[in-house]
């Protein structure tokens, strides 16, 4: 019984924490859909677009999801629910099947969806680049945080709208002395890096950040389920 008790207020304690993250995004992300001006002033300059990445809506989604995890783990261990507890591992394990499928089907095809990104990549900086005020902004953004220079290097940017639009010159960030107008010579010269491989090196310098994260996320929700059905169990036997 004491066993029982300590593993109820656990339960409870642990999904009211889930529930406080969920309220909190899902005020995040109204406050993002309702008073976009606001939140840019607020988080100005580190933010792009919050329309066009809508980050509103995901905050509302994963809060929505949050939520209602945190009040069903809450219920079900308060009111010694079997078919709340059961519905929270059910969805706990849903979650953690899906993450683990999803890293797995990233490592396995990673370099098909490297293919399928670079393809992206190269169309919006040949097309959109310079034409599109958001587009334009974002991959600004990106060249002049990590030092890069298109999706691979320069030569995304070769007869690019860009280009044409600029008599031939390259963005600014394609040249090592970050000048404008940076000629193809000059951006050839100085063999700037394109962003795929700063992301990548990046990542690498924090894959055990990442590594420990997805471990903690995932030791979570192992223990959110071990303990749901070591609940579910003493309180059907207890019935029967």
């Known amino acids: 019984m004491a066993c029982f008790t300590f593993f109820k207020c656990m339960m409870v304690l642990f999904n009211l924490l889930i529930l406080l993250g969920g309220l909190t995004l899902l005020g995040v992300g109204i406050w993002v859909s309702v008073d ?3 939140f840019l002033q607020v988080l100005s300059p580190f933010t792009l677009d919050v329309q066009y990445v809508k980050v509103g809506f995901f905050c509302i989604a994963i809060g929505g999801v949050l939520v209602l995890l945190g009040v069903l783990g809450c219920c ?3 009111k010694g ?3 709340l507890l059961l519905l929270f591992f059910s969805i706990i394990l849903i979650i953690f099947i899906a993450e683990v499928a999803a890293g797995t089907v990233a490592l396995a095809y990673s370099s098909f969806a490297e293919g399928i990104l670079k393809a992206w990549a190269t169309f919006v900086l040949k097309n959109q680049y310079g034409s599109d005020p958001v587009v334009t902004k974002i991959w ?3 060249m002049t945080e990590l030092n890069c220079c298109g999706f691979t290097n320069y ?3 070769t007869d690019s709208y860009y280009s044409e639009q600029s008599e031939g010159s390259y963005p600014p960030s394609c040249c090592q002395l970050d000048t404008a107008p940076c000629s193809q010579q000059q951006a050839w010269h100085s063999a700037v890096q394109g962003c795929f ?3 990548l090196e990046a990542l690498q310098k924090h894959a055990n950040i990442v590594g420990g994260i997805a471990v903690g996320i995932g030791g979570l929700e192992v223990a959110a389920m071990l ?3 070591y609940l579910y169990c003493y309180l059907d036997n207890n019935v029967s």
């Open 140 to 142: 600004n953004s990106t």
């Open 155 to 157: 030569t995304d940017f």
């Open 197 to 199: 491989e700063q992301l």
């Open 227 to 229: 303990v749901s059905m």
């Open 76 to 78: 079900g261990a308060h």
């Open 36 to 38: 976009k001006g606001l």
């Open 81 to 83: 629910s079997k078919c």
